[in-house]
């Protein structure tokens, strides 16, 4: 008789969509060892020009606008895996 209700731990239990990602992985990683010791610049460059949000009310078909927010955004993030520079 199967017990549905049986705790069962994660690592007991195969999955063959977890087990197919992970060998994946693993392959790319054995297929460059080149990459391990080599340090990796990331760049993360957010621009956003303009964003506008605009609170209104309204009663019956008489539309007013009541706050009008307009902004712009400019980021950057540098190597995020070894150690955090952002502006």
């Not at 087990?19 to 957010?46: H, N, R, T, W, Y």
Request: proline residues 3%; negative net charge; aromatic residues 4%.
């Amino acid at each position: 008789m199967l017990n549905y209700a049986a705790i069962l731990s994660f690592l007991s239990i195969t999955h063959i969509f977890l087990v197919d990602e992970a060998l994946e992985a693993l392959e790319g990683l054995l297929s460059e060892p080149s990459a391990v010791g080599k340090i990796l610049q990331e760049l993360c460059i957010l621009n956003i020009p303009s964003v506008l949000v605009t609170v209104e009310a309204g009663v019956g078909n008489r539309t007013v606008p009541m706050i009008l927010l307009e902004m712009g955004l400019k980021g950057q993030a540098k190597n995020w895996t070894a150690g955090v520079n952002t502006s």
